[in-house]
C-alpha cells in the first residue's frame, strides 16, 4: 500500500471521527437541559393543573399522583427503550444499514422534543407521550451512535476517540444550559412569561438535535454487514437471542456486569445529589442549577484527561483509578456541613472531574470485546445497562434513607456499587477477553 494511500485512509478515517463527535453534540442537549433541568419540574406543574381535588391525574383512566407522573413517563420510556433496541440492533448488523436507523431515531426524538414547545396549561398527557418518544429514541441513537466506535477508531485510537466524543457532549450541554439558564432567569427582560421561556428552551433543544444530526449523517458511511444474516425476532424474543449470543463471550459478559454495577453507582450519584444538596445540605435551587452546569464543564477536562492517562496506564487501571476517585469523593460527601455552597461545588467538581472519563473508557473498552459484525446488537445490551437497569441504586438510596432518616446514610451507601464494581471489573482478564472476542489486542489496554 502506498504512502499516498495510507494518507488518505487516515484523512478518511479522522474526517468520519469528526462526523461521529457531533452526534453527541448534538443529542446530549437533551439530556441536560431538558431530562436533568427542566422537564421534570414542568411536566409535574402540568399534571398537577390538570389533577383533580385529590391530586390524582387520570391517563387511561388510571388514577396517578400528578407529582409521580413524570417519574413513571421516564420509566414507561425505559421500558420502550429496552424492547426496541435489540430489535433496531440486531436490524443493523445484519443489513449494515446504521446510518438510516439513525437518522430515524434522531428525528423522531428531535421532532418530539420540539413538540414540547406546545406542552401547556393542563397537557400533561401530551408531555408524557413526548417524553416518551424523546427518551426512547434518544437511547436506540445512542446505542447506534456506540455502536460505530469499532468501526470507525482502530484499536490503539478508541480511548481517545470515545473520550471526544464525551468531551463534545459535556461541552454542547454546558453551552446551551448556560443560554437556556439566562432566558429562564430573565425572561421578563426577553419579554416572555417563566412557562414560555421553559417551553422555548424545551424546543430549542430539539432544534439543536435535529440541525446538528446533520453532521454525522453526512460524514459517517454504512460498511457491508460482516455478521450472521439470521433475522430479526421481536422485542423479548430478540433480547433473550442477544444473551444467549453474549453467553458464548464469558469475558465480554463479565465486563458488562462489572459496567452495570458501577455505572448504577454514577447514575445514582448524578440523580439523587440534588436531593441530598436540598434536603440534607439546605442549599437553594440556583446553586443546584449551578453545580450540575460545574459538572458538566468540567466533565470535558475529565473526559479528555482520562483518555491521556489511559494511553500510558491502558483503560482498564484508569477506569480502577476512576472508581476510587468516586469512592473518596463520596466519602468526602458524607462530611459536608450543611449550608455551605462552596464545599457542594467542591464535591461537583470531583464528580465532573471522573464522571466523563469513567464513562467514555468504559465504552472505548467495551467496543474491543465485541465480535465483529454483531457491534450495534451488543451495544443494545451496553445502552440497556447504561439506560435501563440503574434501579438498584436509587433503590439501596431510598431503603437507606427509609431505614436511618439520613440522607447522609443514604448517600454513603452507594460506595457499595464503586467496590463492588471494582472487583469485578479488577478480575476482567481483558487482553484474553478481547482475543477471544475475535479482535487485536492493543498494547496497551
Excluded at 490503539?156 to 459535556?170: K, N, P, Q, T
Excluded at 459496567?259 to 445540605?281: F, H, R
Amino acid at each position: 500500500m502506498s504512502a499516498d494511500t495510507v494518507r488518505t485512509d487516515v484523512l478518511d478515517r479522522q474526517r468520519e471521527q469528526r462526523g461521529w463527535y457531533f452526534y453527541d453534540w448534538a443529542c446530549s442537549v437533551y439530556s441536560t437541559s431538558v431530562l436533568t433541568v427542566f422537564l421534570g419540574p414542568y411536566l409535574t406543574s402540568v399534571a398537577k393543573s390538570a389533577a383533580d381535588a385529590d391530586g390524582y391525574v387520570h391517563p387511561l383512566g388510571v388514577p396517578v399522583r400528578a407529582g409521580s407522573f413524570f417519574a413513571y413517563s421516564v420509566s414507561l420510556s425505559v421500558i420502550v427503550a429496552v424492547l426496541v433496541m435489540p430489535m433496531v440492533g440486531a436490524a443493523a448488523d445484519r443489513t449494515g444499514r446504521k446510518k438510516p436507523l439513525l437518522g430515524i431515531t434522531a428525528y423522531v426524538g428531535a421532532a418530539a422534543t420540539t413538540g414540547m414547545f406546545f406542552l401547556d396549561g393542563d397537557r400533561y398527557l401530551l408531555g408524557g407521550l413526548l417524553l416518551i418518544v424523546a427518551n426512547a429514541a434518544q437511547s436506540v441513537g445512542m446505542m447506534l451512535y456506540n455502536s460505530y466506535l469499532p468501526q470507525i477508531a482502530p484499536p490503539e485510537e478508541r480511548d481517545a476517540v470515545s473520550s471526544r466524543g464525551w468531551a463534545f457532549g459535556y461541552a454542547a450541554g454546558s453551552l446551551v444550559l448556560i443560554a437556556n439558564l439566562v432566558l429562564y432567569l430573565a425572561h421578563g427582560s426577553f419579554g416572555v412569561s417563566e412557562t414560555t421561556a421553559v417551553r422555548i428552551c424545551l424546543a430549542t433543544a430539539g432544534l439543536w438535535w435535529g440541525a446538528f444530526t446533520l453532521v454525522p449523517l453526512r460524514r459517517l458511511r454504512d460498511r457491508a454487514s460482516t455478521g450472521p444474516k439470521q433475522a430479526t425476532a421481536p422485542g423479548v424474543r430478540q433480547l433473550a437471542a442477544t444473551v444467549r449470543d453474549m453467553r458464548r463471550h464469558p469475558l465480554t459478559l463479565a465486563f458488562l456486569v462489572a459496567y452495570l454495577v458501577y455505572n448504577d453507582g454514577i447514575q445514582t450519584v448524578i440523580s439523587q445529589a440534588s436531593v441530598y444538596g436540598s434536603e440534607e445540605l439546605g442549599l437553594g435551587q440556583s446553586t443546584l442549577i449551578g453545580a450540575v452546569l460545574l459538572v458538566q464543564v468540567l466533565a470535558v477536562a475529565g473526559a479528555l484527561g482520562m483518555g491521556r492517562l489511559a494511553r500510558t496506564y491502558g483503560a482498564q487501571r484508569t477506569i480502577l483509578g476512576s472508581l476510587v476517585a468516586w469512592t473518596v469523593t463520596l466519602a468526602a460527601g458524607y462530611f459536608l456541613p450543611p449550608g455551605a455552597p462552596v464545599w457542594f461545588f467542591v464535591l461537583a467538581s470531583g464528580i465532573g472531574l471522573v464522571l466523563g472519563g469513567s464513562q467514555a473508557l468504559s465504552r472505548s473498552l467495551f467496543s474491543h470485546l465485541v465480535p465483529p459484525g454483531k457491534e450495534a446488537e451488543y451495544f443494545s445490551a451496553y445502552e440497556m445497562s447504561d439506560r435501563g437497569m440503574s434501579w438498584l441504586g436509587p433503590l439501596l438510596f431510598g431503603i437507606t434513607y427509609q431505614l436511618t432518616g439520613s440522607y447522609r446514610d443514604a448517600i454513603i451507601s452507594l460506595v457499595a456499587f464503586f467496590v463492588i464494581g471494582f472487583a469485578l471489573l479488577a478480575r476482567v482478564p481483558v487482553r484474553r477477553a478481547i482475543s477471544e472476542a475475535g479482535n487485536p489486542v492493543p498494547d496497551t489496554i
